[in-house]
């Protein structure tokens, strides 16, 4: 979406959500999470099907098929938090959803997660000592409730201005005009010599 508007100068920030708060540190399994959470095989067959649908229209190949667990994501998101101190998470979101949804790689576990940092070039031993730290966790935690303040009880959510939030899996063109909302309000915003809070 941003590549249509390429005379824009957009700041993307990555904030956590943890769909599963209380999910246990070493996640669960994959497949029967998901026939309870949406009520049997059939259901949630639908589901991978639909996405995998609305993928392959991206050039998107999910494979549901490889995936064996639904990780706890708290040190993913943290990963996330390390790579943004380097100006790399988009980069590293990226990365992150390609090793799980692509390859089936259990990205709640710190090994994998270590494994993924040093293949996009970040030390070993400094992420090591990050991931195997409390730093930022309490930070991630904080973040669903204020995500829950702002009416987010999603993902994917989109927040622009600090103001206008929409959720959900999006058209482009329907991200485009919130785009246009944001820059036309951050316009008003300057020509009244007002700064955004």
Known sequence: ML???PQLNAEIYWHAF??????PPEGTD???YMRKKFGGDLRSER???AINQAGQSVGIEFDFELVKRTPNTIDSHRLVRFAARQNRATEIVET???NYFMAGRDIGNRSVLIDIGVSEGFDEQTLRDYLYSDEDVADV???NPRSHRLGISGVPAFIFERQFSISGAQDPNVLERMLNIAEEK???FYEA???PV
């Open 3 to 5: 590549s249509r508007r």
């Open 18 to 23: 943890l769909l599963n708060p209380d999910m």
């Open 30 to 32: 994959f497949h029967g």
């Open 47 to 49: 589901l991978f099907n």
């Open 96 to 98: 992150l959803y390609q």
């Open 141 to 143: 935690l904080e973040q």
């Open 186 to 188: 951050q316009r008003e």
């Open 193 to 195: 010599g007002v700064q």
